[in-house]
């Protein structure tokens, strides 16, 4: 292997993928052991994480373990990362990639409650917050760490609503909000965590295809430069990128993954 391609490699790296078991989460992993890491499947969702696991080691034999994990639990954080350090005796990084929210998410603005929006504001930034904390803490004992949060272009911009016309989808507010402290969190804690050999970044996808409604898609497409809604697998190289050592120096940085639907 070249020099520049075993920057690219993840090479026996150990990455926790909390959500691991969702749409993005189960392909983030998949792609961890695809470029020679080892990934912990971490979700709330245990069974689906053992199935996503076991998947991935038909292909990739030892190349994934599952882990329950709730980020809206500190003990069940520092859990997991025990439980991690148990096996491995090391953590390379953490992708912040879990999506709570309650079943009431989703509505109109109008239909918010307030203990809705509280709600689905706090587990969701609250839970990439413990993340960041206790992963940070973990990382600075061992000297150090790479923590990847996932934002989403609704943390830059303001939403185009009229692509969910004549569909009923929507926006969520609180989604807006997040993401949008999220990336400013990441900042946060790169600036804290200056001299300490630990870096943090920020992916925001675009909108990802999951058979939303046709009307929806072509309105999305039309504000893009080529392709409209992406593919799961699109977000791999970046994110690859940022778990390798081809870009340790980067650290504070958003990458926007959207196919120009934000300019
Ligand atoms: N799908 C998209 O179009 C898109 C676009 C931009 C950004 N994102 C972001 O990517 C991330 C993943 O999104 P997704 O679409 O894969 O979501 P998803 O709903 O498909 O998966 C989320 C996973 O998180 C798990 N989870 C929920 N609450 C948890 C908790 N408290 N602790 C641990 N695990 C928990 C769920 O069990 C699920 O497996 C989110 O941050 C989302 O905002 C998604």
Do not use: W
Not at 148 to 156: F, W
Request: net charge neutral; charged share 15%; glycine share 8%.
């Amino acid at each position: 292997m070249s020099n520049v391609s075993k920057k690219f490699s993840l090479d026996k790296k150990i990455v926790v993928v909390t959500g691991g078991s969702g749409l993005l989460g189960r392909t983030f992993s998949s792609a961890v052991a695809a470029a020679e890491g080892l990934v912990i499947v971490a979700d709330r969702d245990i069974l689906t994480a053992q199935q996503v696991a076991e998947e991935i080691c038909t292909s990739y034999p030892n190349g994934a373990i599952a882990a329950e994990i709730d980020i809206t639990c500190k003990q069940s954080v520092l859990r997991l990362i025990e439980y991690v350090h148990e096996q491995y005796g090391v953590i390379h990084a953490v992708v912040n990639n879990a999506y709570p929210r309650n079943s009431n998410y989703g509505r109109r603005v109008e239909d918010v409650t307030y203990e809705d929006f509280c709600y689905n504001l706090g587990v969701h930034a609250g839970g990439y917050f413990l993340i960041m904390q206790q992963f940070a803490q973990y990382f600075k004992s061992q000297g150090f760490g790479n923590i990847v949060n996932l934002s989403s272009i609704y943390g830059i911009m303001a939403p185009r609503f009229d692509i969910y016309q004549d569909t009923n989808m929507t926006m969520p507010v609180e989604y807006a909000a997040t993401k949008a402290g999220i990336i400013h969190l990441t900042k946060y804690f790169a600036q804290y965590l200056k001299g300490t050999n630990i870096r943090i970044n920020a992916i925001s996808p675009g909108g990802i295809f999951n058979h939303q409604p046709e009307t929806f898609l072509k309105n999305y497409r039309n504000y893009c430069s080529n392709k409209g809604m992406l593919d799961r697998s699109d977000l791999v190289g970046t994110l690859l990128f940022l778990l390798s050592d081809a870009s340790l120096y980067l650290t504070g940085q958003n990458i926007v993954v959207d196919d120009g639907f934000s300019l």
